[in-house]
């Protein structure tokens, strides 16, 4: 059987044609998937960079604050408590203003003022905050009865802020140090009154 050469040739042009086709797709699906790979790329270092970032703001945070209010941002930051791992500032009640009596951890008339005041600063922010509230005491009694007593007044300040200010109690939380974080020397009578104390440590 004779084949017409005319036919030979169309078959071979359309194949020709074909195969042109089939590497211009080939090489625009390749480009195309090199792009999104680029663009994937990019932003997996993106969110590293800003990652690193913030890994970075959080150790300048640190080497910024000291003792118990670096504890609390460290505890914060470990239970995912805070938007953007920030120390903000800290408010120390002391013993002069606090005036818990002894062996009891109701607030005072001048306590609650304090705390109004402090309250007030936090919604004129107009920010997402989070509080720890630090309970600590002197040397007097005995290391477990001072841990108690610490908590208490704590809870004392947590109760008051949730119950008058309005603060959710999710976004704030208490420890007590009892004597363990001195600020003044307990040998004498106004050391231990500036270590009977509860502090305030706001996060962000």
Same mark, same amino acid.
């Given at each position: 059987?004779?084949?017409?050469?005319?036919?030979?040739?169309?078959?071979?042009?359309?194949?020709?044609? &074909?195969?042109?086709? /089939?590497?211009?797709?080939?090489? /625009?699906?390749?480009?195309?998937? *090199?792009?999104?790979?680029?663009?994937?790329? /990019?932003?997996? *270092?993106?969110?590293? *960079?800003?990652?690193?970032?913030?890994?970075?703001?959080?150790?300048?945070?640190?080497?910024?604050?000291?003792?118990?209010?670096?504890?609390?941002?460290?505890?914060?930051?470990?239970?995912?408590?805070?938007?953007?791992?920030?120390?903000?500032?800290?408010?120390?009640?002391?013993?002069?203003? $606090?005036?818990?009596?002894?062996?009891?951890?109701?607030?005072?008339?001048?306590?609650?003022?304090?705390?109004?005041?402090?309250?007030?600063?936090?919604?004129?922010?107009?920010?997402?905050?989070? $509080?720890?509230?630090?309970?600590?005491?002197?040397?007097?009694?005995? *290391?477990?009865?001072? &841990?108690?007593?610490?908590?208490?007044?704590?809870?004392?300040?947590?109760?008051?802020?949730?119950?008058?200010?309005?603060?959710?109690?999710?976004?704030?939380?208490? &420890?007590?140090?009892?004597?363990?974080?001195?600020?003044?020397?307990?040998?004498?009578?106004?050391?231990?009154?500036?270590?009977?104390? $509860? $502090?305030?440590?706001?996060?962000?």
């Amino acid at each position: 059987m004779r084949v017409d050469s005319r036919w030979i040739s169309l078959a071979a042009l359309a194949c020709i044609s &074909i195969g042109c086709a /089939t590497k211009t797709y080939v090489k /625009t699906e390749t480009g195309e998937t *090199e792009r999104r790979v680029g663009e994937r790329i /990019t932003g997996v *270092e993106g969110q590293v *960079e800003d990652a690193q970032e913030r890994l970075d703001e959080h150790g300048r945070q640190i080497d910024e604050v000291s003792g118990t209010a670096r504890d609390a941002l460290e505890r914060a930051m470990a239970a995912g408590k805070l938007a953007e791992g920030k120390f903000l500032y800290e408010t120390v009640l002391s013993d002069d203003r $606090v005036r818990f009596a002894v062996d009891e951890a109701e607030l005072s008339p001048e306590a609650a003022a304090a705390l109004d005041a402090f309250a007030e600063e936090i919604k004129a922010r107009n920010e997402n905050v989070y $509080v720890e509230v630090q309970g600590h005491t002197d040397s007097t009694g005995d *290391e477990a009865y001072n &841990i108690r007593l610490g908590e208490s007044r704590a809870e004392a300040v947590r109760r008051y802020l949730a119950g008058h200010h309005g603060f959710a109690l999710h976004r704030i939380s208490m &420890i007590s140090y009892g004597e363990a974080a001195p600020v003044a020397d307990n040998g004498t009578k106004e050391g231990r009154a500036a270590n009977r104390r $509860v $502090v305030l440590v706001v996060l962000k």
